[in-house]
Structures are given as C-alpha cells and as structure tokens.
C-alpha cells in the first residue's frame, strides 16, 4: 500500500511541474504588464530581471505552505488516504482550469484557484464523513471557513480599492509631469526616484522577503520595530543615488520600472509558490509522516494530524521550482497572451481592441459621459484650460512601439507595490493578479487612455477579465468537488482515468491554442501598420496590408458562397446554419480590419490621403458588401430550409447549380489577381463578371415567368430569386472592389 501512495505522491509532483508553468503563464502578467508595456528596456533584459526576481524569491522562500496543509481542512479528522483524494483531485482541477484561463488570455488569481479547489475537496468528503459518522463530526469541526471567506472579501476590497487609487494617483502624476515630462524631471525627478524606490524596497521587506528562509525571527522583528528609521534611510540614500543617476543622462522612471519589476517578480515567486507546489508537499509530508509512524495501520486508519505543524521545505524542492518557472516564463507563448490581454487594455493610442461592446459597458460609458461633461462644465474656463494642457497628448514621450509612457509604468508598479505591502502588514490576503491588473486599469482610465471611442471596448474587456475572476471562484469549487467525489468512490481506475482526462485536455488545448495562434495571428505588417509614423512608408505599408485583407474577403467569400449554394441546392440545413455562423465571425473580423486600415490611413499625408483614402474606403466598403450580400443569400435558404419546404425543382438546380460554380470560380481568380497584384488580368475579370450577372438576369426572368404559371411554388420561388438577387450583387460588389483595389494600387495616381 506504501507504493500505491509513493505513485500518487510522485504523480502529484509532476502535475505540479505543469502547474508550476501554467502559473508563471498566467502571473506573468503582475511583473511584467508594466515593463513591457513602457518599453523600459529590451524584452531579453526584462525578462532577465524578471527570471532573477522569480528565481531568488522561489530560492529563498519556505513557500508559505501552511494554507496548503492546514489552512482549508482541519488534518486532524482525515485520514490518509481522504487527504490524498483532496489534494489529487486539486492539482487535477487547477492544472486544467488555469491553463483554460491562459488559452483564454485572461489573468486569474492562482491564490483563489486552489483555495476554493480545497475547499471545494474538502466540502465533498465533508459530506461523506458528517453522514458516517452519525452527527459524531460536523462541517464546522472539518473545513476552516473563514481563510476562504478572508479571500472572497479580499477579491472585493482589492478590486475597488486598487482601481480607486489607480485612478487618484496617476491622475495627480499626470499633473505634476505631464505627458511631456521632461521638464519637470529635472527638478522632481531625484525625489520622485527616491520615494519610489523606497516604496519597492519596503514592499520587498514586508511582502517580498517575509518568509525568505534567510528572515530569522529576529531579523523580522528588528525590521518591525525600526521600519521608519530603515525606509527614512533608504529615502535619502536612493534620492541621492538617482540624482547622480540623472546627472549621469540615466532615465530614472527606467530604473524605478526595472527595479519594481524585480520587486514583483521575487515577491510572486516568494508568495505565491504555495499555489503550485504546496499541495505536492503536503501529499509528501502525510505519506512520510505514515511511512514513519503508521505501525501497521492502513492509510484510511492513520490520521493526518503531522500536517498542523508548520512546514520545513527542503531548498532543493525551492530551487527546483525557481528553475521550472524560470525555463517556462521564457517558453511560454500563453504567457505573452496573457500579457497582451492586460497591455491592449491599458494602451494609449487607439487601435485594435481585442474585446466587443457590452450593454453594461454601453451604460457605463453613457452614465460617465453625462456625468463627466457636467463636471467639467462647471470647471471655471481658465482652469479648465490649464488640466487641458497637462494632459495634451500630442508631446508625449514614448518609446518605440510602447504602450503607455515610464511615468505610468512607474505608478503602476510603485502603487501596486504600495498596496499589497500595506496589505500584507494588515493581514490582509489581497491577490496580486487583482491589485497590479486593477491598478493598470485604474492609471490608463485617469490618463484618458480610455477615450469616447475605445471606452466601451476596454470596459468590456475589464468587466469579462473581473468575470473571469469571479467564475474561477465557482469553477475551483465546483470542479474539485466532482473530480474528489469521483476518485473517492472509483478508487484507482477513477483515478487513472482523472490523470488521463485531464492529459488530453492539456494536449487538446495545447494544440487548440496552437491552431488558434495560426490563425488569428496578426501579421507584423498590422503591428507595424498601426506603429508606424512614417508618413512616407505609411502608403506602402496600408497597400501591402490592403492586398492581404482584401484577398481574405475573396477567399472566404468563394467558400462561403459555395457552401450557402450547395447547402441550399441539397436542402443542408447543418451546412447553412454552420455557415451563417461563420458569416457573423468575419462580419466580426472585418470590423476590426477597417479599423486598422482607418488608422493606417490616418498616417498618410494630406495629398496622399485625399488621393488614396477614398479609394480604400470604398474598396472596405465593397468588401463588406459582399459580406452582407452572402448573409442576406444565406438567411432566407436557411430559415426555407429549416421549415422543410419544397425544394427547387430540378430544373432550376441545374442551371444555377452550374452558374454558382462559375461564380466561385470567378471569386477564388479575383483573391488571385488580387494577391500577386497583376492587373493585367483585370479586363477579362470585368467581362467574365458582367457574362454571370446576365446569366443571372436571365434565370431571374425565367424564375418570374415560371411563378406566374405555378403559383403553388410562390414560397420557394421567393427564395430562390433572393438568392439570384443576392449572386448579382456579390459578383458586382467583387467588380467594384477590383476596380477601387486597382486605383488604390497603381503608383502613378
């Protein structure tokens, strides 16, 4: 029986290394948002500072791993073999549910991840063991209720708060420095330095290094009783040290970035390895507890009552860990998703938004627009004036290719700092993941980042990111719940079958994301589209984009109008509903692309702009005309479909079976020509286009006369002349579109 538990223990270890990189994944986000965002070094460099902050914080911490041994479940009631079914069944669910979150972009909090799955574990054999033992136990003698309650108060408190502060304090830097800052760092620079960098080291003390294994007890209580003389020190020494720095041409705002990146990383790794490896540990300490002291009993005999000691980690378990999220914080694709999600939603400029609209984003932004026009209405002329020019945007310093400038990223960091060792010293559980993100959003809405027309966006995506959160809540405990009851009751094979489920749907969404990745990945040419500030490649760069979007509408216009015709000629109502679904994702994506093509636009000059802009515009606007023009073939052929009336007579399937084959024979040539940009083609496109509109025409007549003689055909009639209608139009639109593509094209316009 010993060897089935060593199985478990070491099975749990290895889901804890994937757990390990799912996590950093997932956390990334608090570190490095800020960095990467402001562009305050070279990507390798932040990286480096990151995986040293990761590596020492993991190295010298004791993992904080109480939580996980006696922080949800009372040990002394369970035995062995019970603890081993809770603490499997957590590092099932939360492998699983935080590589979700990753896949989805979306940061979550780990610390609520594994509490609830705890808590959700321990609640189900709560149940079975309050049932048998005859009212002998009671839920309260079984579950610690009150860390999981600290923790839902915190993920209250910490989201208001940190956005609150967000928005209070950037607002107030933004009016000392402006977007333009550097003037007035010159002469605040050193002191706004030295506060900042005593404000992160305070927080590595308290927060970062609180349970370094190299912390005596001594050594904390000394920090304790002289933390005002320790910081006040540390004041004077760091100002002195960036008005040297500044003296020297270093830019102060970089250090302070870097330096709170480091902060934050280490005190991650410090604090928040017990979510990744806490629950393995435990698992190792109750099974060499009861390989020491079991004396003959059998695992559901011995009770786990060594696990209320406090845990002694072994460093080769916290330098092992260190190296693992090191290895995966540099591999990890899902990582810089995660990443991206935070920085877009923080993002100065306007550009792509990679979040829809929402009716409560929708109201939101309604309410704070009326509200915010009558503030500012009684704001006297002269003062208003004066807010208006610490906030003009058109000097501001940013790096190349950066989101946001230093003097955010330095807010961002600073105040997160700020808050979660104020927290810490309270005792109070605030996550991380809450604090950082909230207070990025925080900052980018007081630095009118969050304009009239990106607003709606970025709420909607704050709101579904703060929905996330909370259904990781729910998820953890229900999940946990299911996966104990099922390993519990199905014993070995259960748990066989569990590791395997939870393999495949690694692997699974693995290559999901992988195949995602492919393709929605957003060319560098869109990137640099949206960057560029160069008004003489602006044109080149908005061509080479246009052949590329246009040449996907072509391409997928000529599938889906074969698969809306087939469907429809076969009475498929599966193929039209499948391709109505697909109609409103590119309506979707051909949003986005207009908006990225607006804004490539908006970067030529004026004469090219006047010349070309108008034959982009209308090429766009063709483009989503034959968009609309297959939806509106497709929904009357569904819904005709659906019904199960009659079909077309063979007859008609003949000949206009043949004619839509020629017209997506006709649209995959235009995505080519379009493609290789060979316009020499062009003339024999605009004829073979016009032949099928007439071919069309004529069915058109045939169909009007047809009905006049068979007027108990009416409803399929109606149908099918929509759907000649809409064919003529997608093939003229196409025309069009070719026409407005070949101005756009030539040089010598």
Same mark, same amino acid.
């Given at each position: ?94 492998? $699983? ?160 970035? /870097? ?158 700092? /700020? ?45 579904? $990111? ?86 996907? $509408? ?137 032949? /099928? ?57």
């Amino acid at each position: 029986m010993e060897t089935f538990y060593l199985i478990i223990v070491i099975f749990l270890f290895l889901i804890a290394v994937f757990d390990l990189s799912v996590g950093v994944s997932n956390d990334a986000v608090n570190f490095l948002n800020s960095a990467i965002g402001a562009k305050a070094a070279s990507f390798k460099v932040i990286m480096a500072i990151a995986a040293i902050g990761i590596f020492v914080g993991a190295s010298m911490s004791n993992g904080m791993m109480d939580i996980a041994r006696h922080g949800i479940y009372q040990p002394q009631f369970f035995y062995l073999n019970e603890i081993m079914c809770i603490l499997l069944a957590v590092m099932l669910t939360d492998v $699983v549910l935080l590589d979700v979150f990753n896949t989805m972009g979306l940061p979550t909090s780990t610390t609520v991840s594994m509490v609830f799955e705890l808590l959700g574990g321990t609640f189900a054999l709560a149940i079975v063991k309050t049932i048998n033992s005859n009212g002998a136990l009671q839920m309260g003698d079984l579950i610690n209720t009150d860390k999981a309650l600290q923790v839902i108060i915190a993920i209250f408190v910490s989201v208001a708060i940190a956005f609150f502060f967000g928005v209070v304090v950037q607002y107030i830097a933004r009016l000392i420095f402006k977007f333009n800052y550097r003037r007035q760092l010159k002469y605040f620079g050193a002191l706004f330095g030295g506060f900042a960098s005593t404000t992160i080291i305070y927080f590595i003390l308290i927060n970062g290094l609180k349970a370094s294994t190299m912390m005596t007890p001594e050594a904390r209580a000394w920090i304790h009783e002289n933390t005002q003389l320790l910081m006040g020190c540390c004041f004077v020494v760091t100002t002195v040290l960036m008005q040297i720095l500044m003296w020297c041409r270093v830019n102060v705002l970089k250090v302070v970035v /870097l330096l709170g990146t480091f902060a934050l990383a280490l005190a991650f790794a410090g604090n928040d390895l017990v979510n990744f490896i806490g629950v393995p540990l435990a698992g190792f300490s109750a099974y060499t507890d009861y390989v020491a002291n079991a004396n003959g009993l059998a695992p559901d005999q011995f009770l786990t009552t060594s696990l209320l000691e406090s845990a002694r980690t072994p460093s080769v378990f916290l330098i092992g860990s260190g190296i693992i999220m090191v290895i995966a914080l540099f591999t990890s694709k899902k990582a810089q998703n995660v990443i991206k999600t935070s920085v877009d939603l923080s993002r100065q400029e306007t550009g792509e938004e990679n979040f829809g609209t929402s009716p409560i984003a929708r109201k939101l932004v309604r309410m704070t627009t009326n509200a915010s026009s009558l503030i500012i209405n009684n704001i006297p002329p002269k003062a208003r004036t004066w807010l208006n020019s610490r906030f003009d945007k058109d000097d501001v310093i940013l790096e190349h290719g950066a989101a946001f400038d230093l003097v955010r990223a330095s807010v961002n960091l600073v105040l997160a700092s /700020l808050l979660i060792a104020l927290g810490t010293s309270l005792k109070l559980p605030l996550s991380t993941t809450y604090v950082t993100f909230m207070v990025a959003m925080g900052s980018s809405l007081a630095d009118r980042a969050w304009g009239r027309d990106s607003a709606v966006y970025r709420i909607t995506g704050v709101i579904s $990111v703060i929905g996330g959160w909370f259904i990781t809540a729910g998820a953890a405990f229900l999940f946990c719940f299911i996966v104990t009851m099922i390993v519990y009751f199905g014993g070995t094979i259960a748990i066989i079958l569990m590791s395997v489920l939870a393999a495949y749907m690694l692997i699974h969404s693995q290559i999901t994301y992988n195949k995602k990745l492919k393709k929605e990945k957003k060319s560098s040419l869109a990137q640099q589209l949206v960057a560029n500030k160069d008004q003489e490649n602006a044109l080149v760069l908005l061509r080479q984009f246009s052949r590329e979007e246009f040449t996907k $509408v072509l391409a997928w216009s000529a599938d889906l109008y074969d698969r809306v015709t087939s469907g429809f000629l076969h009475e498929s109502y599966r193929t039209l509903r499948k391709a109505m679904g697909d109609i409103e994702t590119e309506r979707h994506y051909f949003k986005q692309v207009k908006r990225l093509g607006t804004i490539g636009v908006s970067h030529l000059n004026d004469q090219v702009g006047l010349e070309k802009g108008l034959y982009y515009f209308q090429g766009n606007d063709f483009s989503y005309d034959i968009i609309h023009a297959i939806k509106r073939t497709c929904e009357p052929c569904l819904e005709h479909t659906d019904n199960n009336f009659n079909p077309l007579g063979q007859a008609q399937k003949e000949s206009f079976g043949a004619i839509a084959q020629e017209i997506v024979h006709f649209l995959e040539k235009c995505k080519q020509v379009v493609e290789e940009n060979n316009n020499h083609e062009l003339p024999a496109l605009y004829n073979q286009g016009n032949i /099928l509109i007439n071919q069309l025409g004529v069915l058109k007549r045939e169909e009007i006369r047809q009905m006049r003689e068979q007027m108990s055909y009416i409803k399929v009639g109606i149908v099918y002349l929509t759907v000649i209608q809409e064919s003529q139009n997608v093939v003229a639109y196409t025309i069009n579109l070719l026409k407005m593509n070949q101005k756009f094209q030539e040089e010598n316009q």
